[in-house]
């Protein structure tokens, strides 16, 4: 009975807290505009699809090292990647441990150094279409490489307008920069 | 000709036009309101394009649903299916007759059943309610209509049992002369002395009128919209019509048993009437921009566990109150 009463006087206290809520935003100031006749200027915060984020030394280049948490991830399967393996050198043999000794010569020469190893996107396609904008893949990356485009006014005539090659709109950002 | 029409008939027709017309006026600037408030508590402008200030867009959506089709759906029972919005809306122009607006704008000032015609053709509704989802041959509106009848038989009796108090205070259903005993000042209104019967009165009147966060029959995200859900045309918009008619009187009858009726500080008059019943009118919408809907059983639970009881105790304190 006493936990009865408890409960409904915070729910009745949580009500009333809702409607302080509701009732002081009825006397702030609007924070939407009159599109199309006023646009805003900062569009920060704004979680558009999802574009790659470049290196800070080469702009070109993007920080993915793709290692495919995004695509794993992704709950609508429209990202699409591929890594590409650069650097690893495969003909470097490590001193063989003492139970390696015994081990088949070419097990022994496949082990190359793991920090020698690049990994990077050869093709990084983003399918828009069935993009829900959880933004999971931009939480879980683990090297920063993803991040929310503000792009607003997006139009297209067909549906192959919105699949992107992200890693040719991060050269064309880059170039469009440089101009 | 005119001499041969007695003028009591005259009276009532001029009465009746009038009454439709504060009714569909009301409608009007019901709508209005009610998109401006819910646009200034989500902080965007609301309707701003149709006129200045979006005033004409009632107008404009008024005209769009007199300009719908309306069609009667496949197996329906096509009578009752159109009596239903005319039985919705019959009645509510017969609660205006009780309504006393100011000391010198009410219909019938010795009308000594006043709170009993309202209280018994405001449940009328529910029958028209219950007609509709029945012969609209379909489950989403038969669901709609079942949850209105749960709902309406379960907080007519907290309703009914709130408004008690007032009666064994005043000695009188006549709706004028419970206003006439109240004074100008809010000290001297029912709701000083009743405070708790005025706040379980305005939850049944929420639930009664089905607002939010009591809107079950129509919810429109389990049930498409309920016992309307086939209505197209003004065959809807005289549903909505009534449900805002049926807002004003819940709120009237609020306003004469607790709030003073037309009494004010200052100066007494419709005025102050009218705002008062707006200003209940804006916390109903408050309400409805700020509470999520309520599940069935929470529905339930709060009328059968907390309201019945807390109104009879309340009841049993003012007639021992009163008997001593």
């Known amino acids: 009975m ?67 948490t995004c695509y794993q991830l992704c709950p609508s399967s429209c990202i699409d990647l591929r890594a590409r393996q650069q650097g690893a050198k495969a003909q470097e043999i490590l001193p063989p441990h003492p139970d390696m000794v015994n081990m088949p ?31 999971l893949c931009v939480q879980n990356c683990p ?35 440089e101009k | ?25 009301n409608g009007l600037v019901l709508v209005y309101l009610e998109r401006k408030v819910a646009g200034f508590i989500q902080r965007r402008p609301g309707p701003y394009e149709v006129g200045p200030y979006g005033l004409l867009q009632p107008l404009a959506d008024g005209l769009k649903l007199v300009g719908k089709q309306m069609f009667t759906p496949k197996g329906a029972d096509a009578f009752l299916y159109w009596l239903a919005p005319i039985i919705s809306i019959a009645p509510v122009l017969v609660c205006f007759l009780a309504v006393p607006f100011g000391p010198h704008v009410t219909i019938f000032k010795d009308m000594n059943v006043g709170l009993i015609l309202i209280l018994a053709f405001t449940g009328i509704n529910v029958l028209a309610l219950c007609l509709a989802g029945w012969a609209s041959q379909n489950k989403y509106a038969l669901l709609g209509a079942a949850r209105d009848i749960s709902q309406s038989v379960a907080y007519e009796i907290p309703l009914l049992l ?82 805002y008619a049926y807002m004003i009187i819940a709120c009237s009858v609020a306003t004469v048993l607790f709030l003073g009726g037309w009494n004010g500080p200052l100066v007494s008059g419709w005025w102050w009437f009218l705002t ?49």
């Open chain 1, 2 to 68: 006493i936990k009865e009463l408890r409960e409904a006087v915070t729910g009745v206290w949580s009500m009333l807290v809702g409607l302080k809520i509701t009732g002081k935003n009825f006397f702030q100031p609007q924070v939407t505009v009159h599109y199309p006749r006023q646009t805003v200027e900062s569009l920060e915060g704004y979680r558009g699809h999802i574009d790659l984020v470049a290196k800070e030394e080469d702009p070109y280049e993007s920080k993915c090292i793709a290692c495919g």
């Open chain 1, 143 to 177: 090297s920063g490489a993803l991040k929310f485009s503000s792009d607003v006014y997006l139009a297209g005539y067909s549906r192959q307008e919105f699949e992107y090659d992200l890693l040719a709109r991060l050269r064309y950002q880059a170039q469009k920069k």
């Open chain 2, 276 to 324: 008062k019943v707006y200003l209940l009118l804006l916390v109903m919408m408050w309400f409805r921009w700020t509470y999520p809907r309520v599940r069935f059983d929470q529905l339930l639970n709060l009328c059968w566990k907390w309201l019945i009881p807390l109104t009879v105790i309340n009841l049993l304190i003012t007639a021992l109150v009163v008997a001593i």
């Open chain 1, 105 to 135: 010569i070419e097990l022994k020469k496949k082990v190359a150094h793991p920090e020698e190893m690049v990994r990077e996107p050869e093709y990084f396609y983003l399918d828009y279409n069935y993009c829900s904008l959880c933004g």
């Open chain 2, 162 to 243: 709130s408004v008690l108090p007032i009666i064994f205070m005043t000695g009188t259903f006549n709706l004028y002369e419970i206003s006439m005993g109240q004074g100008s000042w809010p000290w001297q209104w029912h709701v000083a002395t009743q405070p708790l019967a005025f706040v379980i009165f305005f939850i049944c009147a929420l639930a009664e009128t089905n607002r939010a966060p009591f809107d079950l029959p129509e919810a429109e995200s389990e049930l498409t919209a309920g016992f309307h859900t086939e209505y197209s045309g003004m065959g809807f918009g005289v549903f909505f019509l009534a449900e």
């Open chain 2, 1 to 25: 000709m005119i001499e041969t029409i007695p003028t009591q008939l005259i009276a009532i027709g001029v009465g009746l036009a009038a009454v439709m017309a504060f009714i569909g006026l």
